[in-house]
């Protein structure tokens, strides 16, 4: 069956697709038109399609992509963790420098009032010093008044000095003169020897000139000595009754000494509780800088914190209300919008969401593990804690090395302070009464003074010690102002005041008397021989070189060493002195 198509505009189509009829040229052109159309929008859509492809990455910059975002995903996850641990470790530090702060608090509290007690009783045994010296003075003057009235001066203070200063002056200028003499004798000799008759002549005049002076001064000083012993004698009584009143100060004194070491260790005590006041305020101020830090990091990371009395705000919002960033951030914070399982104190509770959380991190990792995982992660990860659980352990270690060497130091150091403080205590007690045995004498039986004192009664390593001495009527003076036969007997006194803390088996003297004077050699001596005998409980033995009859005739026995006429060569002899008893001694 033939059958034919006819469209609407008349155009017939055949079975052998001939077209025919219709309107055949307007469809043709039509049909042009809408091909060239067609195409030019295919082309448009060809060229922009090109454009997005060549905008597209490449595979290698999509992975790359890829492994910066796992490499950010996986620091970001670690630095939430450690975040958390950091604020869970801050807020346990922070409750207890709030305990610690609370105990030193509380100890000074009850520690102030016994610190205000001592300080009192120090003032109050202050003013009984001042009261006793001014006493003292008060006495002196008293005594010597009707002496102060009859030479013209207020008191008798003032009169020793001017005598101390007319004396130096005298033998100042009797030095000079004595200078001056030996000067013109010299040259006298000189022109002598040369011959020079006027000279000589001339010499021999301004000799007997000097001389003449020197006699003027020496009967100057002569009356000066007159008119100075009726005053001596006034001040050797006036001493006497000052010596029962400096031991009256001496016992104040030890008892200040005592109250100032209790006052030292109650104010040690309080300068430790300060330092551990002011580092637990170091560590809060140190705790609440990080809870800045962390509350200026969620408003970096846009996390809303909530907060006391108002909605979750911004820090910078507040920052432009005026509040202050110390205060905002951390101490406001309003935790009573967590979950009631991250605020609950229950250790099951705190279990049960710390396994929640975990399998929350397991369910991130699987589904970090599919997007690109890094096979090595948890064994460097391992490897990292294993280091981090070595290094701890070595801290905590090297923590109780310092702790154990910190406390065997102070051990040792409070057992230097307590022997060296015995020592001292002990010295300081015997010196003065050793001191007066060797310069006592019929003329000044009470002899002279002497006392140690330190100067860093806190630290008295870091210091010294001050070693004074006056003999008998001699002002106070410093060591350095006395005569070599003076230093030599305040040495020998402070050496044995040492020697009867720990006395040695025996020592040895090598002419310790060539400074002394006759009088002072045969103290030295007789306090030697006193302290070797058995009868007075003695504790020295010992070897003394001297070339003096005074001092070695009290000892036991002799050796003398001198040169053999024989042999050339030196010799030894010896002299047992107990057979004689005690007849050689006196």
């Known amino acids: 069956m033939r059958r034919k198509v006819v469209a609407m505009d008349g155009t017939l189509i055949n079975k052998s697709g001939i077209i025919s009829g219709g309107v055949y040229a307007g469809l043709e052109a039509r049909a042009q038109k809408w091909d060239r159309q067609a195409l030019e929008n295919m082309k448009q859509q060809h060229a922009d399609l090109e454009g997005e492809l060549a905008r597209l990455p490449t595979a290698r910059q999509l992975v790359t992509r890829a492994q910066e975002l796992e490499t950010s995903l996986t620091k970001t996850t670690n630095e939430l963790h450690f975040a958390r641990v950091d604020v869970k470790a801050a807020e346990e530090r922070v409750q207890e420098v709030k305990g610690q702060l609370a105990a030193l608090t509380k100890e000074r509290a009850v520690r102030a009032p016994l610190t205000a007690k001592q300080q009192q009783s120090m003032k109050a045994r202050a003013k009984d010093i001042e009261r006793l010296t001014a006493s003292i003075h008060q006495i002196t003057d008293r005594v010597f008044a009707s002496f102060s009235r009859k030479v013209g001066v207020k008191s008798i203070r003032e009169w020793e000095q001017d005598h101390l200063m007319r004396t130096e002056r005298a033998s100042r200028e009797r030095l000079q003169l004595t200078t001056q003499i030996s000067k013109l004798t010299s040259q006298l000799e000189y022109d002598r020897r040369a011959d020079i008759s006027g000279t000589v002549a001339g010499l021999e005049r301004d000799l007997a000139a000097e ?32 010596a029962s009143l400096r031991a009256a100060i001496d016992e104040l004194d030890a008892s200040v000494r005592e109250l100032k070491v209790v006052a030292l260790n109650q104010a040690a005590e309080v300068a430790a509780a300060e330092r551990a006041l002011k ?91 599919r997007l690109a995982p890094n096979l090595r992660a948890a064994a460097q990860f391992e490897a990292v804690r294993a280091r981090e659980r070595e290094h701890l352990e070595e801290l905590e270690a090297a923590r109780r090395a310092e702790r154990a060497a ?163 060569a030196s010799a030894t002899f010896t002299l047992d002195l107990n057979a004689y008893g005690d007849v050689v001694a006196q």
Do not use: W
């Not at 001191?435 to 039986?445: D, M, R």
């Open 211 to 242: 001389q003449a002076a020197q006699g003027e001064l020496n009967e100057a000083e002569a009356k000066l000595l007159e008119s100075s012993k009726g005053g001596q004698e006034r001040l050797a009584a006036a001493q006497e009754e000052s």
């Open 406 to 568: 910190a406390a065997a130091f102070a051990a040792v150091r409070a057992a230097r302070h307590d022997a060296f403080t015995a020592a001292f205590e002990h010295v300081a007690a015997c010196i003065d009464p050793i001191y007066k045995e060797l310069t006592s004498s019929a003329v000044h039986p009470s002899g002279g003074q002497a006392y140690l004192a330190l100067d860093s009664a806190d630290e008295p390593f870091c210091a010294g010690v001050k070693f004074s001495a006056m003999p008998p009527t001699k002002r106070f003076r410093d060591m350095e102002a006395l005569s070599g036969g003076e230093k030599t007997v305040a040495a020998l006194a402070l050496l044995f005041a040492v020697l009867s803390f720990r006395p040695c088996p025996f020592f040895v003297m090598d002419e310790v008397d060539a400074a002394l004077d006759a009088a002072n050699v045969v103290r030295v001596a007789n306090y030697l021989r006193h302290m070797t005998r058995r009868s007075t409980n003695g504790s020295f033995q010992g070897i003394v070189i001297s070339l003096k009859d005074s001092f070695y005739d009290k000892a036991d026995a002799l050796v003398g060493v001198c040169r053999h006429p024989d042999t050339s």
């Open 279 to 369: 580092a637990a305020s170091s560590n809060a101020a140190a705790l609440a800088a990080r809870q800045v830090e962390v509350a200026q990091e969620a408003e970096r990371e846009q996390v809303p914190l909530p907060r006391m009395g108002r909605a979750a705000t911004p820090l910078s919002a507040m920052e432009e209300d005026g509040e202050e960033a110390a205060d905002s951030p951390a101490a406001d914070i309003d935790f009573g919008a967590l979950p009631r399982n991250l605020r609950s104190t229950d250790p099951a509770a705190r279990g049960r969401f710390d396994l929640e959380h975990k399998e929350a991190l397991a369910s991130l990792r699987v589904a970090l593990a």
